[in-house]
């Protein structure tokens, strides 16, 4: 073979070999991405899971391996505040919550963990900002309860309205559960709507006649009170009257609904 040729073709061979060496090199190094970012997944996975289970040790160990492989990991940082929060370290817990907004301003699942934060210190504007924001993520798979959230910061703020349109939605997405149709319809019963309230209300009854888990609280009681007086049903409100004094004395809604009676409302 002509040395030109050889030349040549050692050329095309020596850049068949680079090709390939890089592609398998990218190949690789895809892989070796792939894999971290799916043990970082699993590591978050675990982590939560053991907060859930107030295990906050095994927690910490997971989440610990999760931002020793990626430092930045929304997912980890926003579960690291979670523990923090759990051991008494607001500051360090707000740090991570921030932190993990930085890193990733769409991960909703952090931001609901910061508004409830934020919201159980008693700073309810700052809650209903996050709540609002994180609502607008319609790929969110809790979004009903992310407008019951948004409903209670309303509430706080004395937004009556607001909370009522948070409600509403709330039993919208989540095709009417039991706790969003008896915040809608006390909001309701407090904004004058008797009727509509009434209609929520009845759809709540339903839903606790077929479900035996379901039982009255203080709240749903002196809720079809004031509806049941509304439309004058003495003997409705005398039932429910009478399931809130036995089981209930020392509620706060107890204690409303007598001063109720007394003052003849």
Known sequence: MPVKRMRAA???VLLAMFVAGCVTNTDSRFAREADRDKAVRNYVQLGTAYIGQNNLE??????????ELSPDDPGALAAMGLIYNAEGEPELAERS??????SDQGYTRGRVYYGAFLYGAGRFEDSREQFLAASRDTSYNDRASVF???????ERIGN??????????????????AKSLLALSRTLVESGELQAASRHYGRLMTLMQRNQNLRHSPESLFTGIRIARHQG???RESSLALQLKNNFPNSVEYQQYRVMTSNGQ
Request: aromatic residues 6%; without cysteine.
């Open 10 to 12: 050692l050329v095309v």
């Open 58 to 67: 095994r927690a910490r160990h997971h989440l610990e391996r999760a931002l």
């Open 97 to 102: 919550f921030r932190e993990s907004l930085d």
């Open 148 to 154: 019951f959230n948004l409903g209670l910061t309303e």
């Open 160 to 177: 009556l309205e607001g909370a009522t349109t948070a409600y509403r939605r709330a039993v919208e997405l989540s095709r009417g559960d």
């Open 233 to 235: 049903d003495r003997n």
